[in-house]
């Protein structure tokens, strides 16, 4: 194992499981859960290679929007928790907002927005809040790390790996071999 240190932030929909249109709306959720297997072996070489603290941030605007509540937002995070630490993948700290920001909810009054889950500044990506309340929870620093690598597939993500001056990994559509690469090359 390599002594780097790299903190890997991941995102959740689109990432660690195929994207869904507000994963979780469903009560059959548990039956339409799809994991991204490329990311599932790219996490397990990189744990292998590397000293590695990994993160799930994510936004649940789902929560505002009303499709489903916290409650069902930590039961999928639980679930997809325990199918990774299965195949020895260990999460070190899970991340999520359901808030919306004030101008989102304006510009899109037909969402039936939860007014309780309006605020005027959110946590939500790109915003980097939701990495740095994980690294005080586990009583780490951005500066504990060599590297940062950001794992998405949305501007969003893109976003905040811009703010914390990290490599970002657009994973869309990427095969292991593609995403090692991407790695290597800083």
Known sequence: MNCEKILIGIDRDGTIIENNDFFGKNKEWIEEIKFNKEIIEF???????????KLII???????????????VEEINRYIDLKLSVRG???????YCPYVDSGYASQHP???????????????????QMLFDA?????????????????????????????????????????????????RRI
């Open 43 to 53: 996490l397990l070489y990189l744990q292998t290679k590397y000293k590695t603290t």
């Open 135 to 183: 690294l005080k929870k586990l009583n780490k620093k951005l500066e504990d790390f060599d590297r940062i690598l950001i794992l998405g597939d949305r501007q969003e993500d893109k976003g905040l790996s811009d703010k914390l001056n990290a490599q970002f990994i657009d994973v869309s559509n990427k095969k292991f071999d593609e995403l090692v690469k991407e790695v």
């Open 58 to 72: 994510t936004n649940q605007a789902g929560v505002a929007r009303r499709f489903f509540d916290c409650k069902r």
């Open 89 to 95: 993948i260990k999460i070190d700290d899970w991340q």
């Open 110 to 128: 037909g969402f039936n927005i939860a007014p309780k889950y309006i605020q005027n500044k959110t946590k939500r990506k790109p915003n980097p």
